[in-house]
């Protein structure tokens, strides 16, 4: 039952550590509150023969120290509570904190294969399951398991052939309920079939009682209908009979049980090796054991439900995070916003490139515009340029620094992206620009207007202090993308990689969006998915590409006068956006 600690909990442990103090001295009232144990089962011996003599002085005496000892250990289990459950629940708020933590580390492939709900499952119900075994080890299955050493350690020492002699039965007893319960389980389960075949049965007649009408059919499934009820019937029955047989032969093995002790314990005393007092006592003490047990056979399946929780969240360990930064790496400094991609080639999987030998030099303030097909690979550029992902050949080059070379927060804070969806944080408008970043109240204001977003802002009743719901519901679509690039020229990036929603919104605010981005891209150099005409129109080179290369640049008017896959994109997708 008391399974030694497996490795995964036992990893665990250094996380007590700083709460030493406070295990100590829980630890002592625990100890307390056990050691009571064998104190009141020796005054059970010395009452029980009092109440039988009628010894009523003798009777009080051993009531009031019952009653002090009770004291005594009830106050050494509330401290023992109260003392042990802060470092328990740290324990399990640390390990959320660590795991987190290391969520936000991971490398994003890794991240990708674990679906989003799975991980909230794994943070929350996981983590929960592992606190609670922890909380229950350290609350629960400790003094438990303590109990039942210092109690059967008083039953030996009161008798040794004696408290053998139980030992040697109570695992038969244990085995022999145990046998038949799994019997009467399985029974139960098999006649649990037949109670799901009528609710079947019914789901089908319910659903064709107009055709058996139809059919005249109604004799036919009453005749069904009964042959099964009465199948019903019958595996109900062998449930009931078999719990009928369980209760009472349960019952005499465990009667079985009491009184092979009681006969022993007789046979004790009558070859000196016991008084009566001292069997008072043990059979006091033996009653004292069967909560420890049963509070540890509870807590043992918690705890290998716990195991397999905690192999999952171990298993977030295991995934690989996005490799740090070089020892070497250097500081950016002003970052003028030259791009150069020098022979890049990229895949997720290395064997297969989803990029392939990319060179591309673009110059600071330059709008280059990115179009070609669902899968051609526009996003796997941005993740390269953010160092979400790091090219297996080739460089990637921000003002002549290799980005392998930088610090990953630097190089973000130089590159700034809009993504397609406006995801915003809930909390209000003043943090949702900031995003953790410090920033003054004037500061976050030019953001705002920067992204034509300090109009609608300041017209809310709580203006920079409004909330924002989950989700950005209570703002609208515009609203939330003029919000995203408040956010992303708040740390004044020299790079934008601009994603273009693809979901329509109104002319107005559409307009209103446009306005803010055109702000926001002025003087920067910008990377933009296109899905806008009006945006390939303006910038100062557009890249096609397909299947990860490059196969056409150059601006609107060379592009179209070339008349090819550009030409042909404009005209199946921009037109009829644009119209
Ligand atoms: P685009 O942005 O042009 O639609 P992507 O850069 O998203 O194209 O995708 C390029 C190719 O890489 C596609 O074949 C896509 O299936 C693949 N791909 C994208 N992201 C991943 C990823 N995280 N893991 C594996 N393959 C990916």
């Given at each position: 039952m008391l399974a030694p600690s497996p490795a995964g909990f036992r990893r665990?442990?250094?996380?007590?550590?700083?709460h030493g103090r406070r295990l100590i001295a829980g630890g002592l009232c625990m100890l307390t509150y056990v050691a009571c144990w064998p104190l009141l089962a020796w005054l059970a011996g010395r009452l029980i023969p009092a109440i039988g003599a009628g010894d009523f002085p003798a009777v009080l005496r051993a009531v009031a120290a019952a009653l002090g000892v009770f004291l005594v250990q009830k106050t050494a289990q509330f401290g023992q509570d109260t003392l042990l459950a802060g470092p328990a629940l740290q324990v399990s708020q640390e390990l959320r904190r660590r795991l987190f933590a290391r969520l936000q580390q991971l490398d994003f492939g890794a991240l990708e294969k674990l679906s989003a709900g799975d991980l909230t499952y794994r943070l929350t119900e996981d983590a929960d399951r592992v606190g609670e075994v922890i909380y229950k080890t350290i609350q629960d299955s400790t003094p438990s398991a303590l109990q039942l050493v210092v109690v059967l350690g008083y039953m030996i020492w009161l008798d040794w052939p004696l408290a053998l002699a139980t030992l040697l039965l109570a695992p038969l007893v244990a085995v022999l309920v145990s046998a038949f319960g799994a019997r009467v389980m399985q029974a139960a389960e098999r006649s649990q079939k037949q109670v799901s075949d009528l609710a079947a049965l019914l789901g089908e007649a319910i659903g064709g009682l107009p055709l058996v009408r139809a059919y005249a059919a109604e004799p036919w499934l009453q005749q069904r209908f009964d042959t099964e009820i009465d199948l019903h019937r019958r595996a109900r029955y062998r449930t009931l009979t078999l719990l009928a047989k369980q209760h009472p032969v349960v019952g005499f093995i465990e009667a079985f049980g009491i009184l092979a002790v009681l006969l022993i314990g007789a046979a004790r005393i009558q070859a000196g090796g016991l008084d009566s007092q001292g069997f008072s006592s043990y059979v006091a003490a033996l009653l004292m054991l069967i909560d420890p047990i049963s509070h540890l056979t509870t807590n043992f399946n918690e705890f290998q439900q716990g195991q397999a929780s905690l192999r999952r969240l171990r298993a977030i360990e295991a995934e690989p995070i996005e490799p740090p930064d070089r020892p070497e790496a250097q500081s950016l400094g002003a970052v003028q916003g030259e791009l150069v991609l020098d022979g890049v080639s990229f895949g997720y999987d290395a064997a297969q490139p989803v990029l392939h030998d990319l060179n591309l030099h673009i110059q600071p303030g330059q709008v280059v515009a990115l179009v070609g097909p669902s899968g051609a690979g526009k996003s796997t550029m941005f993740s390269l340029l953010l160092r979400f992902n790091t090219a297996q050949r080739g460089r990637v080059l921000l003002d002549g620094q290799d980005l392998a070379d930088l610090r990953a927060r630097e190089l973000r804070r130089a590159v700034a992206l809009v993504p397609q969806q406006s995801s915003v944080f809930s909390g209000t408008v003043a943090e949702a620009i900031a995003f953790g970043r410090p920033a003054s109240p004037e500061q976050i204001r030019a953001a705002a207007i920067q992204a034509n977003a300090a109009g609608f802002i300041e017209a809310?009743?709580?203006?920079?202090?409004s909330r924002i719901e989950e989700r950005g519901s209570n703002f609208s679509g515009g609203q939330l993308q003029r919000l995203a690039i408040a956010r992303a020229v708040l740390g004044n990036p020299a790079v934008l990689l601009l994603d273009e929603a693809t979901s329509a919104l109104d002319a107005e605010a559409e307009e209103a969006v446009q306005r803010g981005l055109d702000q926001a891209m002025a003087g920067r150099t910008v990377l933009v998915i296109a899905h806008r005409l009006s945006t390939v129109q303006e910038a100062d080179r557009i890249l096609v590409l397909e299947h990860g290369h490059i196969v056409e640049q150059g601006n609107h008017a060379e592009l179209m006068a070339r008349g090819g896959r550009y030409r042909d994109l404009c005209e199946r997708q921009f037109i009829q956006m644009a119209g």
């Open positions: 665990l442990w250094p996380l007590l550590k700083p809310l009743p709580g203006g920079y202090e």
